[in-house]
């Protein structure tokens, strides 16, 4: 379009000159582009679950991006809503993605650790909207909370670890025990509190038989071996 690719567009419009979110930046030339957005009000929405958390995540320049100084957050996309999923996702096909394209990469990569990533998950998406009073746990801060055992059964070793944040490269959504946002509790000890967990569940799941019959009558879904 008007020989252009999308950054270039989307600069000469004047567009990364406001706040904007991008999701995935596949295609992108990071060569050219990366620059770009490290210096515009751009952040960039690594979502690791994508396409069922296959090979398209692994395409998206998560590490690239975190090398060249563009602000990231991870989004949801949204085959696992699992949130500490994602983020170890994130870690993992980021890692990959670094040690396999490290030695060719015309950029530079950072190999992600879980202190990368989890910034990405906070501060990273708090810097996107311009909030100071998000991603972060300190007077004046939203009273956002979210708990996570990282010394029990399959995650942790029965005792605090040394190093906390890197059990969660084993923990999962089961292992959240308390989740608060704007002071009000929605999870005490591992259940749901504002609203029934049953009925919620037995909702979701009218819903997604109805989506999945009108995806079946439409030819969506593949034959399976059984």
Same mark, same amino acid.
């Given at each position: ?93 980021? *890692?990959? *993605?670094?040690?396999?394209?490290? *030695? ?14 989890? *910034? ?38 029965? !005792? ?20 608060? !946002?704007?002071? !009000? ?20 799941? !009218? ?20």
């Amino acid at each position: 379009m008007w020989g252009q690719d999308e950054i270039p567009i989307l600069q000469s419009l004047g567009l990364l000159d406001a706040p904007t979110f991008g999701a995935h930046l596949l295609g992108i030339d990071p060569q050219k582009d990366l620059p770009i957005l490290a210096h515009a009000k751009f952040t960039f929405a690594h979502c690791p679950s994508a396409a069922g958390a296959t090979v398209l995540p692994s395409s998206q320049p998560y590490p690239e991006a975190l090398a060249a100084g563009v602000n990231t957050c991870i989004g949801l996309d949204t085959h696992s809503n699992d949130y500490l999923e994602n983020i170890k996702l994130a870690v993992m096909q980021g *890692r990959a *993605r670094s040690q396999l394209l490290g *030695r060719s990469s015309p950029v530079a990569l950072t190999e992600p650790t879980i202190w990368h990533a989890l *910034r990405s998950a906070t501060l990273g998406g708090a810097q996107g909207l311009g909030r100071s009073d998000l991603g972060r746990i300190e007077a004046g801060a939203k009273a956002d909370l979210c708990t996570v055992d990282v010394s029990g059964l399959l995650v942790g070793n029965g !005792t605090p670890p040394r190093e906390p944040w890197n059990n969660l490269l084993y923990a999962n959504g089961l292992s959240v025990r308390n989740v608060m !946002t704007d002071g !009000t509790w929605q999870v005490r000890d591992g259940k749901l509190v504002f609203d029934d967990e049953a009925r919620i569940v037995a909702r979701g799941g !009218t819903v997604v038989r109805k989506v999945w019959s009108l995806l079946e009558a439409e030819g969506f879904f593949v034959p399976m071996p059984r």
